[in-house]
């Protein structure tokens, strides 16, 4: 998917022209911010593995660049999630607060918010796995309380275990461990790098999911 591979070119361009050129531009962050939860409402994350700009610039860049280290424990904790999600919400309402009516400022507010957040992403993706933010991503956290089940994995009698899937997954999951059922988990983005090298093709997402 070309999408998929030169996403994150979109988010370049985005903050160039919004930051240097036309600060209104800013609030083009909401379909980012919102997309996430209306797609996981039926496709789980989804948007996450395919279509997140931010998404493709960790798979098609930092993964190149770093040695794929595991994701630190406190990052998929929910104490740090809720904490992540609240800190983003207060910051950004309080600066909403203050940039209302000026469509020019309120850009800036989506502006700041996609560069820090991008910047802090980009040292952890270094530091650890490239896809580190999006286990506490504050919009991908929404997504993941909405979205288990509804578009679930099949894992084949025919795996081997060969953990093959496990290595490929940029969330560090484990769809082996459910041969024989579905595997379902709401960390799953859905970008199918499991399903892509699996052998024995072993893995397929449900036909017959909720849409």
Known sequence: MIWKKYGFSILLLYLSVGFFVWPALGVVALICMLAPVVVALYRDREWC?????RGSLWDNVFTKI????????????????SFMLLVIFIVFG???????PNLD??????????LI?????????????????????????LASWVSVGKK????????????LCAKACPMQLEPYKAKGSQFIDSD????EECIHVCPKKSLSFEKNFNC
Do not use: D, E
């Open 66 to 81: 770093n040695s794929r280290k595991h994701v630190p424990q406190w990052a998929k904790s929910t104490w740090f999630r």
């Open 105 to 114: 400022a309120i850009g800036l507010v989506f502006l700041r918010i996609i």
């Open 152 to 163: 679930p994995m099949s894992v084949a009698n025919t795996c081997v275990s060969c953990k």
């Open 188 to 191: 799953c983005i859905k970008c």
């Open 49 to 53: 593995g395919s279509y997140c700009p």
């Open 94 to 100: 309080g600066q909403m607060y203050y940039a209302w």
């Open 117 to 141: 957040t991008t910047l802090f992403g980009g040292a952890l993706a270094l530091l650890y796995s490239p896809r580190t933010w999006c286990n506490f991503c504050p919009m991908g956290t």
